[in-house]
Nanobody
């Protein structure tokens, strides 16, 4: 079984930065792929980023490309989402996801998902 717990959300001014963290514990095979997705009020879920297994790289939504960076520290069982140049459109609940397969861009369909952390970007 896998447990994912997000932290690091909060309120930030537009143009600012925030780093989200996800504590990812569980079986290694189920943590082969890790990613983030978000859901803004009244909008559909959106895959934000994915980090593939075996050094197969990362992918990002066009809306965050060049501003967000996904990374992981396997030794600490942590996954991160560094968010720079934040915009009001980035306001959403952000969720960490993991699984043995990639569903990019439908990160929200990955096997395991956390409960989310709220990010609010104000002008």
């Amino acid at each position: 079984q896998v447990q994912l717990v997000e932290s690091g959300g909060g309120s930030v001014q537009a143009g600012g930065s925030l780093t989200l963290s996800c504590s990812a514990s569980g079986d290694g095979d189920n943590l082969r792929y890790v990613g983030w997705f978000r859901q803004a009020p009244g909008k559909e879920r959106e895959g934000v980023a994915i980090l593939r297994a075996f050094g197969a790289g990362t992918s990002y939504a066009d809306s965050v490309k060049g501003r967000f960076t996904i990374s992981r520290d396997i030794s600490k069982h942590m996954v991160y989402l560094q968010m720079n140049s934040l915009k009001s459109d980035d306001t959403a609940v952000y969720y960490c996801a993991a699984g043995p397969a990639s569903y990019w861009p439908r990160v929200y369909e990955m096997t395991f998902r956390g409960k989310g952390t709220l990010v609010t970007v104000f002008s």
